[in-house]
């Protein structure tokens, strides 16, 4: 019979092992008929036509042939219509082989993984279910990127220049994991993560044969909830691979918005870190030089990650750190002389003011950061000196108004419930000036280049931990200490050593060279620490002082020892 006689499939429009029939049917330009089947009560034509499994899809060809199962069904389509239409299966017997074996991998084992995501009823069996996805994507983007340079020079498909085999046996999952990745607000397939696999994925949904039979994510969001109840349900435990993989497979949480206006710290739940996409399709990237932001597309460097800080006793404006342990500043130095737009920076003050905090504005899918001066975090486009650069002011025109918009994509989760973080205090509002960013010393970094410093409420009892808790506050060049009467930074020290509590403060702060000091409760002068720390004593409030500081002079000579057991007050 070979090509002749009536074709009819029995199918489902949400399966996608139908759709796999569909595309390698359009592929060949095989008139068809499709008969829609109800599978919670199933035809009988479907049950004497796949009489094991009674699922579909059923190819029905011509009256007396019946083929089953959509891996079987494809090759035969490819083989009956074989001078109709590009060859579906690669004519090499080795390539064959290989699409063969990548094949039955996704059947046996991922889309079971995919299904495994979407029905998980519980933090820990969904990031389970992710685990092995995103595991299977890492493998199928080193595939296609071994198939694509070496055996198709670098063509766009599995299949060399068109869609083959093993693009229909993956694509067809395409519908499913875009509405898993809107419900569960999760990224499986993204350009920084499997930039193969995200510039295929564009290219197969937008092919002739595809786009007919590509589900819409709404409709099938609909069809989803009758079998998979808990796939909306978020993701909010963050994912770590195994080191030894190449590939970086990072799992991306997108909270979805449909009204504009508001708060933009829903954006920010539960995030430590965060990566954040301009409208031209740009990362915000610390600069090498450790001083300057920029736009960047490489939005897998460490550089597009920002450490996220909440603020005590806001409820709307955070911090942003970068790789480099500086924050996200709206400095006062102009972008160009005569222009509005002035400098964003990343800086590390010896007091942080305002110009390190951020309050995200809600717009619709987007936020905006605002300064606390009404300024906006903008990221420019057009000729240079404006491209790629990042300034923060009020757009007026309107062909710049979606420049101080972003996409927020959460790269690393915090585990514990926003009212469980540990709080950074509120600082007061000071205007930045340039020569607080271009004149003061550069800083010593620790290594521990994530780590936020930790700052708590004054309470009435003791923490319960093992150690002193050190409280501290920092002094200018001149010795002038700010916000003293404020919660002070704080940390748990064990030891009673000044040179180790100097060390240990030294890291904390990020500054080299200090003197660690109290204030004297006689006469309120500063004076350093000598001695052993007073014993016995839980709290202890200090200030660090820089070494260059002119109060440095005014304080005894070294051979003069101050007995701070008895200067240091052992209350709170």
């Not at 160009?336 to 309050?359: C, F, H, I, N, Y």
């Amino acid at each position: 019979m070979a090509g002749g006689g009536e074709v009819k499939l029995l199918g489902l429009w949400a399966s996608p092992y139908v759709m796999r029939v569909q595309i390698a049917l359009s592929i060949k330009s095989v008139s068809h008929q499709v008969l829609e089947q109800d599978l919670e009560e199933k035809s009988q034509l479907l049950i004497q036509s796949n009489p094991v499994y009674k699922r579909v899809p059923v190819l029905i060809h011509g009256d007396n042939i019946s083929i089953c199962e959509s891996p079987v069904i494809v090759q035969y389509i490819d083989e009956v219509w074989s001078s109709s239409g590009p060859a579906i299966l690669p004519s090499d017997p080795y390539d064959r082989a290989i699409a063969r074996f990548w094949a039955a991998y996704l059947d046996d084992k991922w889309a079971a993984s995919l299904r495994a995501m979407a029905a998980a009823d519980n933090e820990e069996a969904k990031e389970a279910a992710v685990e092995k996805v995103a595991e299977g994507l890492a493998l199928l983007e080193g595939e296609f990127t071994r198939s694509s340079r070496s055996r198709h020079n670098g063509k766009g498909f599995f299949g060399g220049d068109c869609i083959g085999y093993l693009d229909i046996m993956l694509g067809c999952f395409l519908g499913w994991v875009r509405l898993i990745e809107k419900l569960d607000r999760v990224v499986l397939v993204d350009e920084s993560t499997t930039p193969g696999l995200a510039g295929w994925a564009e290219r197969f949904c937008s092919d002739p044969a595809v786009r007919d039979f590509m589900p819409e994510t709404d409709k099938l969001a609909e069809y989803a909830k009758k079998f998979f109840p808990n796939l909306a349900a978020p993701l909010v435990v963050s994912l770590g691979l195994p080191r030894r993989r190449r590939l970086r497979v990072v799992l991306l949480l997108r909270p979805i918005f449909s009204h504009r206006g508001g708060t933009g710290m829903e954006f920010f739940q539960n995030a430590k870190a965060v990566r954040l996409r301009s409208r031209h399709d740009k990362y915000l990237m610390a600069v090498e030089d450790e001083e300057s932001v920029a736009q960047d597309r490489n939005g897998s460097s460490s550089a597009a990650k920002w450490t996220v800080e909440f603020v005590l006793n806001s409820e709307s404006i955070i911090r942003l750190k970068s790789c480099y342990g500086k924050y996200l500043t709206a400095s006062n130095q102009p972008f160009l002389l005569g222009m509005t737009g002035r400098k964003a920076l990343q800086t590390l003050p010896r007091r942080l003011d305002s110009s390190v905090e951020w309050e995200p504005v809600r717009d619709g899918t987007h936020i905006k950061l605002r300064t606390r001066y009404g300024n906006f975090l903008r990221a420019n486009g057009g000729l240079p000196p404006w491209r790629n650069s990042i300034t923060h002011d009020v757009p007026q025109r309107t062909a710049t108004q979606d420049w101080i918009l972003w996409d927020v994509d959460v790269v690393e989760i915090l585990v514990q419930s926003p009212t469980e973080r540990r709080p950074v205090v509120p600082l007061s509002h000071m205007d930045s000036s340039a020569s607080s960013f271009g004149n003061s010393p550069s800083f010593a970094i620790a290594d521990e280049f994530s780590r936020q410093e930790s700052i708590v409420s004054y309470v009435s009892s003791p923490p319960k931990s093992e150690g002193r808790m050190i409280y501290y506050h920092l002094a200018d060049e001149n010795g002038t200490v700010e916000g003293e009467d404020m919660d002070g930074y704080s940390f748990t020290f064990n030891g009673n050593g000044v040179e180790d509590l100097n060390h240990m403060l030294s890291q904390e702060t990020g500054m080299g060279d200090i003197v660690v000091c109290s204030r004297s409760p006689l006469n309120g002068k500063l004076f350093p620490l000598q001695l052993q720390l007073p014993p016995n004593n839980v709290y202890m409030h200090v200030i660090v002082v820089p070494s260059s500081s002119t109060a440095v002079k005014d304080f005894p000579k070294q051979g003069v020892l101050i007995d701070a057991s008895k200067k240091i007050s052992q209350s709170h």
